[in-house]
């Protein structure tokens, strides 16, 4: 608890040390990670949401969410993510494993009688990810909800293996890391998450 407080004392605002344990030396906080899940968040609701404008990116027509959900399912599963990956990859492989990816909506703010959608909360949850695989990803499911791409498309798209293939890379703001698992006992016990 000690080591948090004096951490917390040094460290920017926008980052909390919440926890603190003693691990081998050996450690190493990426190499060891067995799952990581990104977040990503739109605001699909008609106006910016001034106090989370730093968090998540603002949409302002009407998106097709299950066709997005139906788009998504296509990248579950162990794949060559080479079409996701930036141009400028410099990575052996880009062979990755999404163990699962799933939409949230939180449809609290949304106001009676308008076009408002709500706060769709993207996550994707696997071994291991490319340089702004997530963002791409992202900016091609846009694509899809906006009716310029069919949720298929997202095999063929990941088929390419080609960066072209894929949409935009959408805005960095956002992306959130949300959670990396670790197996610290060095067996294959159930992960410790951090």
Known sequence: ERWCMALNTWLPEDIVVSDAMEVPLEFHSRHAAKRKTYRYTINANQHPDLFNRRYQIHHYGQLDIPAMEQGLRHLIGTYDFTT????????????RTIFDAWFER????????????????TYLSGNGFLQHMVRIIMGTL??????????????????????????????????????VEYDITGNENPLQEF
């Not at 996701?84 to 062979?95: L, N, P």
């Not at 069919?150 to 088929?159: C, G, N, S």
């Open 84 to 95: 996701f990956a930036s141009r400028k990859s410099t990575k052996s492989s880009h062979v």
């Open 106 to 121: 939180d449809t609290s703010m949304c106001r009676p009688g308008t076009r408002d959608q709500g706060v769709i909360h």
């Open 142 to 179: 846009i694509e899809v909800g906006e009716g310029k791409r069919h949720p298929d498309d997202m095999k063929i798209i990941l088929e390419a293996k080609n960066r072209a293939a894929a949409g935009p890379t959408a805005m960095g703001k956002g992306l959130m890391l949300w959670e």
